[in-house]
């Protein structure tokens, strides 16, 4: 069975500083989904990584993909309070027909101003 | 272009009743999918639709969950007769037919958040 672990669970971090994010998976896959969700919205589609050196770039967020290492990351730079949210990666296993994603449990991103 | 749609937003009902969850979703996406969250754990997947076929019905926890998707348009998930552990965030997404440039990617609704008292 597929598992998707993302850490940390919870970050709080200032303005202006950089941190990563980190997805690794169980199995294999090609292709990972980055989410982002704020309180009692719906799930914001960031990122669609789906080869291995995929590297995808918006604003002061960047996720990268490599599937040998079974390895995602979402990289923050220069954190604004705007970017305050909870963020999911979500993978699909290779052998599944159809995009039954696995999530990651979630990581809570808290910038203090 | 209007997005997945789910009702309610919230319902708040006792243990024994039944619920009924409707998705509306993206104009032209033959794959409709329910998730659910229950506090504090990850969201997983219930069931997909392809167009009006349960293609993939894996998720859904036991007989008491139905899901429904009339004429491959909005689908309906039925909780009956609830229980407390159905409490949960249930999400609806949507996603196209395969085709050139696919990605596969899902665009998900606001979700129908349930509380069983």
């Known amino acids: 069975e597929l598992k998707v672990e993302q850490n940390p669970l919870f970050l709080s971090m200032q303005e202006g500083k950089n941190y990563t994010i980190y997805c690794n998976y169980s199995?294999?896959?090609?292709?990972l989904y980055w989410y982002r969700q704020d309180p009692g919205k719906s799930l914001e589609s960031l990122f669609v990584?789906?080869?291995?050196?995929a590297v995808k770039q918006e604003g002061r967020l960047m996720a990268s993909l490599d599937t040998k290492a079974r390895l995602s990351t979402l990289h923050i730079t220069a954190a604004v309070h705007d970017l305050s949210a909870t963020y999911f990666c979500?993978?699909?296993?290779?052998?599944?027909?159809?995009?039954?994603?696995?999530f990651g449990a979630g990581t809570i991103l808290r910038v203090k101003s | 272009e209007a997005g997945v749609t789910q009702f309610p937003s919230h319902s708040v009902i006792e243990k024994g009743q039944t619920v009924t969850l409707r998705c509306d979703p993206i104009?032209?996406?033959?794959?409709l999918y329910w998730y659910r969250r229950v506090m504090g754990k990850e969201i997983k997947f219930l069931l997909h639709?392809?167009?009006?076929?349960?293609?993939?019905e894996s998720g859904m926890p036991n007989n008491r969950f139905l899901a429904e998707r009339t004429g491959g348009t909005y689908s309906t998930l039925k909780v009956q007769p609830a229980e407390l552990e159905d409490s949960g965030v249930y999400f609806c997404?949507?996603?196209?037919?395969?085709?050139?440039?696919?990605?596969?990617?899902?665009?998900f609704g606001e979700g129908s958040r349930l509380t069983v008292l």
């Open positions: 104009s032209g996406h033959d794959n």
């Open positions: 979500a993978v699909v296993p290779l052998e599944v027909y159809g995009n039954k994603l696995v």
């Open positions: 639709f392809v167009k009006e076929s349960k293609q993939d």
């Open positions: 997404a949507s996603s196209q037919p395969p085709s050139g440039g696919w990605t596969g990617e899902l665009f």
């Open positions: 990584l789906l080869s291995n050196g």
């Open positions: 199995t294999t896959s090609d292709r």
